[in-house]
């Protein structure tokens, strides 16, 4: 807490009792603690400010792969860089944003409508993110198991789902913060005691909770996000654990059907080469039969490998989901335990003037618990691209070819490949052996690259 509150605590409530403190401290200047700066806090800050740039650049990588490589135009992907403008967004305000507040100590110079503004868009973010990740493990549930509904409705529905998206949960962020009702009938007026030199004696009134902590407006200098239990609990559950528990049966359905059609695949594969056996052994063929238009087994191996498309898909979207659940939990856990009464900020006015060490010590790793855990979720926006890219090859090759066409320089000094400048080689080579007729053992005698590119 700042230093300009000692005298504060220390006066007679005799001018101060009917008053809310926010008018008194409104006009005092924040004088936050820098000094307390050690190797630990610029090593620490330094890995964060690292987090957020590595948030912008891979994201802003993603974004730019999807919007300028057209055949990866697809109903998945739209949600998918819709949520990666949202991951660039927490890199670019979000972080900064407790950076700074780390930086000089959880202390805040700026004004209390900014504090909100940057709350209320912190909650948001976190909000559609977990939106668009539901929307992408309904479009892949509609897309396997009701495809009559994907084709008919849902490819049509995904952008103004978006938008809705984008904008549904602003009552319940920007509303409810910029108005206070995050707090509406949570704080009561309480007379604080202090107690010094074992002398009990009637201080400033302040406004606490029912926890004793205090209200966010009594306490100057300080931007924390503070709310009542029923806010807390509502918000978390309608927005994370609901969301959570539709996901999972998404993608628990999708499996079960992926389990089920491929074991009908696999009959099918094994009916296929006994068929063809047979027809090898078979002497009296016509030609007029063997020249006749394509049979069963070349459709059914068609829609098996799109089938199998569709599921190396679902197992990148069920990743980056269960990925957003490791990282996220543990923040929404402690944002409930903090809603009963129990985390870093909640502390008796015992406590607060006279503390002990095992409270301080108590108190010095609750913060750093919450911290981490805050931090490990805003980690969760560098890991959803990173797993795109790494999971998925057709994301890579889009990238590489990307920026060989767009950033052409950049491409060269990072040393990046062009998959595309081995391409020509590669149809000369397959035009020359149709021409020449060359047989399997030729071909097959020929180098081929990483991509399974024809090169000499």
């Not at 509150?5 to 001018?15: C, K, L, V, Y």
């Not at 400033?204 to 926890?211: A, D, H, K, V, Y």
């Not at 543990?330 to 008796?348: D, K, Q």
Request: one cysteine or more; proline letters at 5%; aromatic letters at 12%.
């Amino acid at each position: 807490m700042s230093s300009t509150w000692a005298p504060i605590r220390n006066q007679t409530p005799i001018h101060f009792d009917l008053r809310d403190l926010s008018s008194i401290t409104a006009t005092l200047p924040c004088e936050c603690d820098t000094n307390r700066t050690t190797t630990g806090t610029l090593i620490a800050d330094g890995f964060l400010s690292l987090i957020s740039a590595s948030t912008v650049l891979v994201n802003l990588a993603f974004i730019l792969t999807i919007t300028l490589t057209r055949s990866l135009h697809t109903p998945t992907n739209k949600l998918l860089v819709s949520n990666a403008v949202i991951d660039l967004l927490v890199g670019l305000v979000v972080g900064p944003f407790h950076i700074v507040k780390h930086i000089q100590a959880n202390c805040w110079q700026f004004s209390v409508v900014l504090c909100k503004l940057v709350q209320s868009f912190d909650i948001h973010l976190t909000t559609i993110s977990i939106f668009h990740l539901t929307g992408v493990a309904a479009e892949r549930y509609f897309r396997i198991v009701r495809v009559f509904w994907y084709e008919r409705w849902v490819k049509r529905l995904i952008p103004p789902t978006i938008i809705l998206f984008w904008l549904l949960p602003i009552p319940s962020t920007f509303g409810s913060i910029m108005a206070d009702v995050h707090i509406e009938n949570e704080f009561s007026r309480r007379t604080v005691w202090n107690i010094v030199n074992g002398n009990v004696s009637a201080s400033l009134s302040q406004m606490r909770n029912r926890c004793g902590k205090q209200r966010p407006s009594d306490r100057g200098c300080v931007c924390s996000f503070w709310a009542s239990r029923d806010f807390t609990t509502g918000t978390t559950f309608f927005q994370f654990f609901v969301p959570i528990l539709v996901m999972i049966y998404f993608y628990v359905r999708i499996f079960i059907v992926a389990y089920r059609q491929a074991k009908k695949i696999e009959t099918i594969k094994q009916s296929v080469a006994m068929s063809s056996n047979i027809s090898i052994s078979c002497e009296s063929v016509s030609s007029d039969q063997s020249s006749s238009g394509p049979s069963s087994p070349p459709v059914t191996v068609r829609r098996a490998l799109l089938f199998s498309k569709d599921i190396r898909m679902v197992r990148l979207c069920a990743v980056v989901f269960l990925a957003f659940v490791v990282c996220w939990t543990p923040y929404f856990i402690m944002m409930l335990l903090e809603a009963y009464c129990i985390g870093p900020n909640y502390r008796t006015d015992i406590q607060i003037y006279e503390p002990t060490e095992a409270e301080e010590e108590e108190q010095f790793y609750l913060a750093i618990g919450f911290y981490v855990s805050l931090w490990l979720g805003l980690a969760n926006s560098v890991l959803n691209p990173v797993l795109i890219f790494g999971m998925v090859k057709n994301y890579r090759t889009a990238f590489k070819i990307m920026m060989h066409r767009k950033f052409t320089r950049l491409a060269k000094f990072l040393r990046i490949t062009n998959p595309r400048s081995r391409r020509p080689l590669t149809v000369r080579l397959t035009s020359l052996n149709s021409v020449q007729g060359d047989s399997p053992e030729i071909s097959n005698s020929r180098f081929f690259s990483r991509d399974g590119l024809l090169y000499k």
